[in-house]
């Protein structure tokens, strides 16, 4: 019960890491406000972590909405008075080169990816210092610290969350507010089984998963959520007591290479 007494807002809960993430904090006792677009999976997730035995709460949200955003947070401190972690895990992938990157790509990836944390970062930390602390936890990717080819807007998105991590870790260390990224590797998570969820792109087949991951990740697989879910937790509770500004690495030993 490392969460015991602590409230957590999840963002991007419906599926995925955000999910596993929600299902893994309900388990340690983590109260819980959770947002996605998509009421019928978000009430799912909700039930779910309430018949764990905590408080939860789904908000249906587009972060890329200033309003939005203010209504999650507004929603987690009527309900519980609080707010003590923050995992910024809503957002999109996108691929292109600058030169493919239509502005509408450009603005979508920059509102969800980027301005989106931002902007929940913005509004609980105020809460945060006046409670005397909290942490912050931002989903960025193994492409906050290396590049790669073809997916040029969602890998200058992933840059920009590792720099505003690191310097919001350094603004607000002696506030007690600690501020740290996990960095995923290719996690397989279910909506890359939709079409569209690349731009277009369609549907990815487990067996494709699996073929891809074992020719150039070194563990030879894809990661799970519920590693990263595991990774999320470290970096939320006390076991990180000091550790801030940190961008920690859950990708099968990609960067190593």
Known sequence: MRLKNKVAIIT?????????TALLFAD???DLVLTGRRPSLGKAVETDCMQKGVRCVFVEADHTKE???QRVVDVALKEFNRIDILFNNAGIVTKGTADTTTEEVWQDTLNINVTAVWRMCKL???QMKKQGGGVIVNNGSDWSVVAGKNAFPYIMSKGAIGMMTKAMALDHARENIRVNAICPGDTFVDRWMEKGYFEGSDPVTMEEAIKESSEYIPMGRFGKPDEIAN?????ASDDSS????????????????
Not at 231 to 235: E, G, H
Not at 242 to 257: E, R
């Open 124 to 126: 609980v930390i105020p």
């Open 28 to 30: 340690q006792g983590a």
């Open 242 to 257: 000091f550790v801030t500004g940190h961008l920690l690495l859950v990708d099968g030993g990609n960067t190593a290479q």
């Open 67 to 69: 309003e939005d955003c």
């Open 231 to 235: 990774a999320v937790l470290f970096l």
């Open 12 to 20: 991007g809960a419906t599926s995925g890491i955000g999910k596993a």
